[in-house]
């Protein structure tokens, strides 16, 4: 299966914008890893409650395939912050976006002055 498919996944669990994806990745490293991870070792994840683990033990993976379809469909590529195109400026936040999608090229943001 296509390991972007669980980027998409956590991405669509945790919310923009969440520090929830770092706190995870930090403890269990690959979003596969925590797709897998049971109710005891999500819980013994800082910040993670009982309504968070609920939800991260939903693991339908029926909507994020769907985007994944659609991307590849309508040539969206999707990056991750494990992908070399990754902006490191983003990369260094702690609460980093865990997917961005784009289309064409992506300009080297991390040479250029940007204000938002």
Not at 4 to 24: D, F, H, N
Not at 92 to 98: D, F, N
């Amino acid at each position: 299966m296509n390991h972007l498919i669980y980027w998409i996944w956590l991405s669509l669990r945790c919310g923009a914008g969440s520090e929830l994806g770092s706190y995870l990745l930090a403890h269990f490293e690959t979003p596969k890893a925590v797709f897998e991870a049971d109710e005891d070792a999500l819980l013994s994840v800082e910040g993670i409650d009982q309504n968070i683990a609920t939800a991260l033990l939903d693991r339908d993976l029926t909507h994020a395939g769907k985007i994944l379809t659609y991307c590849e469909r309508m040539n969206v590529g999707i990056m991750t912050p494990e992908s070399e195109i990754y902006p490191d400026r983003l990369r260094a936040i702690h609460a980093k976006p865990l997917v961005l999608y784009y289309r064409g090229r992506v300009p080297d943001i991390d040479d250029n002055v940007l204000i938002s």
